[in-house]
């Protein structure tokens, strides 16, 4: 009954942006935290930027400075935006929400390809 819909992928030049969106529906109960992770070909899943219900956020510290994690709880949507992107940013990012019994789920996935 869970689901999370990620927009906002595609391919942009280096010192590019672009703007990911989740959003949560369905039986998820109440929603403590919403984040995005991201893999790339080869390596292991990261966390990118987290924010909680009350408004802390946690950014990887290779993108510090570059993305920027809101959430519209009423929405129970998340957006992250990203600028000055690098090549290094290419990989697939991934919506993921906690729920108040510390429950987890995921987003099919978003490709974001930095490349000039």
């Known amino acids: 009954q869970v689901q999370l819909v990620e927009s906002g992928g595609g391919l942009v030049q280096p010192g590019g942006s672009l703007r990911l969106s989740c959003a949560a529906s369905?039986?998820?109960?109440?929603?403590?935290?919403m984040g995005w992770y991201r893999q790339a070909p080869g390596k292991q899943r990261e966390l990118v930027a987290a924010?909680?219900?009350?408004?802390?956020?946690n950014y990887a510290d290779s993108v510090k400075g570059r993305f920027t994690i809101s959430r519209d709880n009423a929405k129970d949507t998340v957006r992250l935006q990203m600028n000055s992107l690098k090549p290094a940013d290419t990989a697939v990012y991934y919506c993921?929400?906690?729920?108040?019994?510390?429950?987890?789920?995921w987003g099919q996935g978003t490709q974001v390809t930095v490349s000039s």
């Open positions: 369905g039986s998820i109960f109440s929603i403590n935290a």
């Open positions: 993921n929400v906690l729920n108040s019994l510390w429950a987890n789920f």
């Open positions: 924010i909680t219900s009350n408004g802390a956020t």
